[in-house]
């Protein structure tokens, strides 16, 4: 699920504040913990924890309404079945 959350604020990442997104790459991309992080902002862990989960529905709320990540998800799939369908038709030929 990390991965998902990643992936998705790669597209929606520029609708948080700055502290959000401070936060969020502190704990997904840094590895650190909510401790570390409640530690190095001087806030508490339950903030630091509050936040995370918030951003976390938004980028679920904002994929749901959006639909980027799904989207090129099933170009993906259709570039995959047209360079598969192109390959096939170049070894009929030869």
Same mark, same amino acid.
């Given at each position: 699920?990390?991965?998902?959350?990643? %992936?998705? =604020?790669?597209?929606?990442?520029?609708?948080?504040?700055?502290?959000?997104? %401070?936060? =969020? #790459?502190?704990?997904? =991309?840094?590895?650190?913990?909510?401790?570390? +992080? /409640?530690?190095?902002?001087?806030?508490?862990?339950? /903030?630091?924890?509050?936040?995370?989960?918030?951003?976390?529905?938004?980028?679920?709320?904002?994929?749901?309404?959006? #639909?980027?990540?799904?989207?090129?998800?099933? @170009?993906? #799939?259709? +570039?995959?079945? @047209?360079? #598969?369908?192109?390959?096939?038709? @170049? %070894? %009929?030929?030869?």
């Amino acid at each position: 699920m990390n991965i998902y959350y990643v %992936e998705l =604020f790669d597209y929606y990442g520029e609708l948080f504040t700055d502290k959000q997104k %401070e936060y =969020f #790459k502190d704990y997904y =991309f840094n590895n650190l913990t909510l401790q570390e +992080i /409640a530690d190095n902002n001087k806030v508490s862990k339950n /903030a630091v924890h509050k936040n995370i989960k918030d951003i976390t529905k938004k980028l679920e709320y904002y994929e749901d309404k959006l #639909k980027l990540y799904n989207n090129k998800k099933e @170009i993906e #799939k259709l +570039i995959i079945n @047209i360079d #598969k369908g192109i390959k096939e038709k @170049i %070894e %009929e030929l030869i």
